[in-house]
């Protein structure tokens, strides 16, 4: 550095430059900065390249072993080109789905991890270039192992045999889940946790891969398997809608870990939990109706029981998003920051509708009212919406439609537990808070409050036990959770009208429940929900765009200023009190 | 632009890192953050740099929080930390590259500043050589690069002189200069203190999370140091010199080598100056009375105990 300049000069001005040159420039400056890094570093790194040409040697050894087990049947030329492409299939399912997700999560660990943190965090790029960033570099390392596949999937087809249309269905669904299984394990390696636990998420990220891997490659092989197409096209449909709203869930949640805490960064995260079940179901309907008018009405992708299934599954949903706002209300602070505050909308009726989109635990409260008070609103607009449609025969189309069904109470009823359970918490944290006079992390409390749950059922269990209640009362010891209901209700659709009693104790102790943890959050929440209001405008606080008007140079620097600061240190009690979410 | 510390606390469960810090300090200016191991220098800087939050306080640039604000917080910092995260693939000019990009420069631009960032700091040779196979020094130098890239206004560096020969302390204590030449605000924490006294035109001081003195070095020398080495020539030796002035007021101890006197005395300038009007009243012929000034060793020695947090 010794040679270096005594002034450094970052802009000049540059030439005149042509439109061809300006193309040029504007296209290789287009790609997301972290693709480029992503990219560069994996063609000088050896992971990605090992990975590449272990797929080569193994598609070459398995695609000749395959067609000398069938040289006999392609010189007689039987179809086999089914066969061929499945072992292609299979290949890209484990790498797509199993190697190349854990690559990219194993990255973002490592870039994330406290002892190497890499500086790219630091940079000016927002957060949703970087999972996208992460997402397209995975994506292009895909594209290479498609490509790579590619002309042992034409000789596939030329071997006869190949359903084209199964075959782009099934190309279609690789690259949902290839993009799905990278999100999550991006997600999990996003996750601020202590080594053991990420230890832990790491080996669970495993497990799902794996299965997400077998369920992908068994799949592929039940698909050709399948006699009807509509079988196939409606299973499809529905895997290809899980996989999407996964996806979405997975980013938003995922862009959430890599915000600057202080910004209300789980709005975008909320917003997608109310809107993709609710955009999943209108979907899902949508295209049963189609299926219904292409296939008809009684043929398997619109079968009665299908539609009930999807009936359920939208109620279910929900009801687990409502689970994941009450993970969320426990997660949140109590008090919003200066930053939050700042963003609040100033009307009143927008505050309002904002409320459960912000951050901050009444907030994710209102969040789980709000999703299972849309499980329920779901299944009524449900039931309206084909009432209208007439479209598909539904012999038991009287039980959606009716007041009051068994599944409409069970859902009721497993909101009702949410809501007790995120009032918990709530009070437990308060009180926590109180007593220590700081602010206790959310996954402590979530597992203390499951821990509480667990051991005063296993309590419960003990004493109707040594009571010695006939077997199936021994139901009633795990009251405190959903868990009796369910077994009523079963994992089936079937309707069992003789368990109303458990119905009838889950709704006594929900109720009880609810009224006790209600009482004592009441005023808090009330509290909660006159605070939520924007501050001031004529603030002392400056923002960021009042910064930058100012001139610099507005400022003497002198070391006046530094020599005054200790007397700052004096005033520091009177510091800020809102603290960064 | 002035970046103000307030009431800085960041907890670590009972371990209190950083416990109640305030301090300001501004453009064209290069402040030192000494102390003991363990007394919280990273961790602020960390929270300056936005990788961390504190538990409580704020930092404001402008007046604009950077805990609040972070985003804008990291166009307005740059941080150089100890040590580089350790990249095995990538070059030192596909590094500065891709933060070129993150940083949003484009085109024509991004080529001219990367280049130019390169020679500034020395890098034009090492530019195709992988970051992994660097040694400490060049490391440090793509991090001063890599932080230099967005033109920050503040500069935040923890231990940049680690670990250098001493020929690289020189070239980053003469490149810093220049940076504080050009209007930059400049924070640096070193354990060198000799090298770092050389460069700052002021001091921060922490002990175990606390900021135990602020200010330029001149002004905490005479707070904390209670006394002056003065270094003495008369014009020709006399008899019982150094018994006499010995028994001077304020004077505690002389010692000899060859011409000169060094006299230790209790108390600041007024004192000394008290000292020559007696020397000078006794008839001693002085033709040399200078203070030694005091290091920032001697500083960091007076007000520090060696605890840690």
């Known amino acids: 550095m010794s040679s270096a300049p005594a002034t450094l000069q970052l802009a000049h001005a540059g030439r005149p430059r042509s439109f061809l040159r300006r193309l040029g420039e504007w296209l290789a400056d287009w790609p997301n900065p972290i693709v480029v890094k992503e990219l560069r570093q994996a063609v000088r790194g050896w992971t990605a390249l090992v990975m590449f040409l272990l797929y080569l040697v193994v598609q070459l050894v398995v695609v000749g072993i395959m067609l000398m087990s069938v040289a006999e049947q392609v010189w007689s030329e039987s179809p086999v080109g089914t066969e061929v492409f499945l072992a292609v299939q299979i290949q890209l399912a484990v790498t797509l789905v199993g190697l190349l997700p854990l690559y990219a999560g194993a990255r973002l660990f490592l870039e994330r991890s406290d002892v190497n943190l890499d500086l790219m965090f630091i940079t000016p790029l927002r957060p949703v270039w970087l999972v996208l960033g992460k997402l397209l570099a995975a994506a292009v390392l895909g594209l290479l192992f498609f490509s790579a596949s590619a002309p042992v999937m034409t000789m596939a087809y030329f071997l006869r045999g190949l359903d084209l249309l199964y075959a782009g269905i099934l190309l279609g669904l690789d690259v949902l889940a290839m993009m799905t299984a990278v999100q999550a394990a991006l997600f999990v390696a996003a996750i601020p946790a202590p080594r053991a636990v990420a230890v832990l998420l790491g080996v669970g990220l495993i497990f799902g891969l794996i299965f997400g891997v077998g369920m992908l490659a068994s799949g ?57 079940p609710v955009v999943y179901w209108i979907v899902a309907g949508a295209l049963l109706e189609l299926f219904s008018r292409l296939f008809g009405p009684h043929v398997p992708p619109v079968d009665i029981d299908e539609y009930l299934m999807l009936v359920h599954f939208a109620e279910r949903t929900l009801t687990l998003a409502g689970w994941l706002a009450w993970g969320i209300a426990v997660s949140e602070r109590l008090d919003w920051n200066r930053r939050v505050l700042a963003q609040l909308p100033r009307s009143r009726w927008l505050r309002v509708l904002a409320f459960p989109f912000y951050t901050g635990a009444a907030n994710g409260l209102m969040l789980a009212l709000v999703l299972t008070g849309f499980s329920w609103l779901m299944r009524r607009s449900l039931g309206i919406w084909f009432s209208w449609s007439g479209s598909i025969s539904r012999p038991f189309y009287s039980d959606i439609h009716g007041t009051w069904s068994e599944w409409e109470y069970s859902a009721f009823l497993a909101d009702g537990y ?76 079937l309707f069992r009208h003789e368990r109303w009693d458990v119905y009838f104790s889950s709704t006594v102790v929900v109720l009880t429940w609810l009224a006790i943890v209600g009482t004592v959050t009441f005023f808090w929440f009330g509290k909660q929900v006159r605070r939520f209001v924007p501050p001031p405008k004529a603030s002392s606080s400056r923002t960021p765009a009042a910064a930058s008007a100012t001139n610099p140079n507005d400022r003497e620097p002198t070391l006046a200023s530094l020599a005054n600061t200790t007397a700052l240190a004096g005033h520091a009690s009177q510091g800020p009190d809102n603290l960064p979410g | 632009m002035l970046v103000e510390i307030d009431g800085l606390k960041r907890y670590f469960g009972k371990v209190k890192a950083v416990d109640d810090v305030s301090f300001s300090f501004a453009t064209q200016q290069i402040i030192g953050l000494v102390g003991p191991n363990g007394a919280g220098k990273t961790t602020l800087m960390r929270i300056l740099a936005t990788l961390d939050e504190p538990t409580a306080g704020d930092v404001r640039v402008d007046g604009v929080s950077i805990v609040q604000y972070p985003e804008q917080g990291r166009k307005l910092i740059g941080f150089v930390p100890d040590s580089l995260p350790n990249h095995r693939d990538i070059s030192v000019h596909e590094y500065l590259d891709f933060f070129a990009r993150a940083c949003g420069l484009r085109g024509q631009l991004r080529r001219r ?71 930059k605000a400049i924070l640096v924490s070193s354990h060198i203190l000799a090298e770092l006294e050389q460069m700052i035109t002021g001091v921060v001081i922490l002990e175990q999370g606390k900021l135990v003195r602020a200010g330029s070095l001149q002004h905490i020398l005479q707070e904390s140091v209670t006394h002056r080495v003065v270094r003495l020539r008369l014009l020709e030796s006399m008899d019982g010199a150094i018994e006499k002035i010995s028994c001077l007021p304020h004077v505690e101890t002389v010692t000899r080598a060859d011409q000169l006197l060094r006299l230790w005395v209790q108390g600041g300038d007024g004192e000394c100056c008290a000292v020559l009007a007696e020397l000078v009243r006794q008839g001693f012929p002085v033709v040399e009375f200078q203070i030694e000034s005091a290091a920032l060793e001697q500083v960091f020695l007076a007000v520090t105990k060696g605890e840690v947090a």
């Open chain 2, 113 to 183: 500043v990367v280049e130019s960032i390169e020679e500034f700091t020395n890098l034009v040779n090492l530019r195709e050589k992988n970051i992994h196979a660097l040694s400490k020094g060049m490391k440090q130098r793509v991090s001063v690069a890599r932080a230099l890239l967005h033109d920050p206004p503040i500069l935040v560096l923890d231990e940049p002189a680690a670990g250098l020969d001493p020929r690289a302390r020189i070239e980053l204590r003469e490149l810093l200069r220049a940076l504080c030449n050009q209007g």
């Open chain 1, 418 to 493: 949410v809501i007790a359970y995120a009032l918990t918490a709530l009070t437990l944290r308060r009180y926590l808070e109180w007593q220590r006079g700081k602010s206790v992390p959310g996954w402590i409390l979530l597992l203390l409050e499951v821990g509480l749950i667990a051991f005063a059922s296993l309590l419960l269990a003990v004493v109707l036990a040594l009571l010695r209640v006939p077997e199936p009362m021994l139901t009633y010891a795990f009251v405190l959770t959903p868990y009796p209901l369910f077994e009523a209700l079963g994992i089936d659709v």
């Open chain 1, 220 to 276: 592929s092989v039940a698909m050709f398997t399948a006699v009807a197409p509509e079988i196939v096209i409606g299973i499809s449909s529905w895997v290809a809608l899980t996989l999407v709203a996964g996806f979405v869930l997975l980013f938003t949640a995922t862009h959430a870990l890599l915000s600057p805490p202080p910004s209300n960064r789980l709005m975008p995260f909320k917003i997608m939990l109310l809107a993709v």
